[in-house]
């Protein structure tokens, strides 16, 4: 363990867009969807058809989540038991309601990270310090991503029918050129300031082996590398969005550091996480008429000073 570098050393030269929007800046490369990039993302709409992008919540089969979280929980508060009873609420005039509650991580199903959700050397997004999460994200939290909202053109790609596989499996990792090559494969040109969508089908695995999933825990996804942040730089690509839990490989297997492009590219760079998304319905779509862009709509629940939020992004075609 005590080879593993630190983020601060790793990342020492890694670009950053920090200041690039101005010294108060909290959304980051979602600025760089304009009106312009909205307009583009609706001329990619050809069929309008409509596809969702969350996971269920209290999905029977059960919810997949980082291991350090626990599944929301749904309750019952007034049913048709409470208006049964004496003591239950009484309204005037024969009235009966249902409500009920969630008990949810914020990061705990599809989810947007807000910008200011993870960091290293006590500096978050555009060099806040890192004190501004303490009791909630005064600085970068979820509340102005929500606040603007998501919109521009998303291109799917499908690492794993890339690879042939039908869940990519734990461990594997990709990068930028493998990203590029499944494009061109599907036939589809990845563009500046494109929502980059990345199916892996992973947690297929979740559902198939619910007893060891967890054990010795590493999703696939993007690896780190200087050329692929770059790349990402580059690209200008506004919001990065996956079917994983963590929008990337866990640990990277060469320098065993966790997440290292959630400071890499969100920290850094500014550019918007979405994970956990159910990209299964969108993918059999695109596959079957080979198109593989759309307009790509999300909109976070404004949540004062939360560090993420539930989502359900829209896509339609
Ligand atoms: C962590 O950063 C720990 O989690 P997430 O993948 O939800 O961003």
Redesign the pocket.
Known sequence: MSDVPNLSDLLADAPKNWGRWGDDDEVGALNFLTNDQVLRGVRSIRDGNIHTLQRLIGDPKGDPV?P??LPAEREMVIDESAWDSDDGPKVPGGLHYADDKLVAFL?GST?Y?ALG??WYGGQIWNGYDARTTIGGLDKASVEPIAQRGVVGRGVLIDMARHFGVEAVEARRTFNHTDLLAAAESQGVTLEKHDILLIRTNHLQLFFEQSDTFYEDFCEPGLQYSPELVQWFHEVEIPNLVTDT???EVTTDPDTGV??TL?NALMRNLGIA?T??CDLEDLAAACAEDGRWDFLYVAAPLKIHRAT?SPVNPVVIR
């Open positions: 980082w350090s979280r990061q989810q990270d959700h993870v839990i963590a929008n966790a997440l959630h996480l994970e956990l993420g």
